[in-house]
């Protein structure tokens, strides 16, 4: 019994993934100041910032949504955590800032945008496109995955507390059975207990730690209690484990792109005449929207960071176009 109690107790503790909201999580962080430094390295960035806002609105509007994606990816476990902390409040307060701070500037020297610019555009949203399904797909198998394995966990740490609670009623039961206690209305020391009134004092439990009736009462009572207590403790994880699939991935996502396909090429949509700029805008709210909805299994958890991201820098670089074209 107590192996699997103790090891049923500790199990919330001792296992990771948490499998109780007790758990305070890993105390060492997945990224550092490291991967901000690369970040800015794989991005050719320097101090001196006229190197950066010279360059063409186009390729300024996708260096920007880049580094904005790329933060929140490779520092996504300090940001994406700014709802609990202010620390990280102010990490990604900071960064947006300085962002901010290179857009103005860029605005400031007042380039004028050309065809090069909307082709620039052009081809990073059609990469988007493309990439947006293998992102979700990788986000529902890593989440799948961790559901999977957080599965396995709680069913151990519950079967766990429901061996120990068998083998509490086993310690209860298995003695009496052997010693034929119950049946013959045997004491502790063998000797045959006389039946008493009910309404009759028990007295010192030292001496007759028994109900009047045989033992089954008494009995009855503490293996019930045993019961409910042990049930208490394994059904809580039985009761909430989850299933693996996350509940929605590529076919939700199909089934967004099959009426939004004509967002995979803005350039061609808006060549046709038959759509404005503000028309096209509306549209790709809503495609964001609806994306929100359907593949919210996905975008509420962290696998699913890098896709909500993405998708956000779609709608910031098609606004952009929108933008320039201003038609």
């Known amino acids: 019994m107590f192996p699997s109690t103790f090891n049923g107790f500790a199990g919330p503790y001792l296992t990771y993934p948490p499998t109780s909201s ?10 550092s100041s490291m991967d901000y430094f690369s970040m800015l390295a794989d991005s050719d960035l320097s101090l001196n910032i006229a190197t950066i806002t010279s360059r063409p609105v186009g390729e300024m509007s996708v260096l920007t949504a880049r580094l904005r994606t790329d933060f929140n990816s490779k520092l996504g476990c300090i940001v994406h955590k700014k709802g609990k902390y202010k620390e990280a409040t102010q990490v990604h307060a900071e960064f947006e800032k300085m962002l901010g701070l290179i857009t103005f500037h860029h605005l400031l020297s007042s380039p004028v945008p050309g065809q090069a610019d909307l082709l620039t555009l ?12 293998l992102l979700v797909e990788e986000a529902h198998a890593a989440l799948t995955t961790r559901r ?17 609670a068998i083998s509490g009623n086993l310690m209860i039961i298995f003695p009496l059975l052997k010693n034929g206690d119950i049946e013959a209305g045997l004491g502790p020391g063998g000797g045959i207990i006389e039946p008493r009134s009910v309404d009759e004092p028990i007295g010192d439990v030292d001496e007759n730690p028994r109900f009047p009736n045989y033992l089954k009462h008494g009995e009855a009572s503490l293996i019930a209690g045993m019961n409910g207590w042990g049930y208490g403790y394994y059904m809580t994880y039985f009761l909430f484990l989850e299933e693996a699939d996350p509940g929605c991935g590529l076919v939700d996502l199909d089934d967004v792109y099959s009426r939004y396909q004509q967002l995979s090429s803005i350039e061609v949509l808006l060549s046709t005449g038959l759509r404005r700029s503000a028309v096209v805008r509306h549209l790709v709210r809503e495609w964001r929207r609806e994306l929100e909805v359907s593949l919210h299994c996905l975008l509420s958890v962290e696998e699913g960071n890098m896709l909500g991201d993405t998708l956000n820098m779609f709608v910031s670089l098609a606004n952009t176009r929108l933008d320039i074209t201003g038609t």
């Open 122 to 133: 052009d081809q990073e949203m059609g990469s988007i496109w493309i990439q947006v399904p």
């Open 148 to 164: 999977a394995n957080t599965a396995a966990i709680v069913f151990f740490v519950g079967l766990l507390n429901l061996l120990g």
């Open 22 to 31: 007790t758990m305070s999580g890993d105390p060492y962080l997945g990224c």
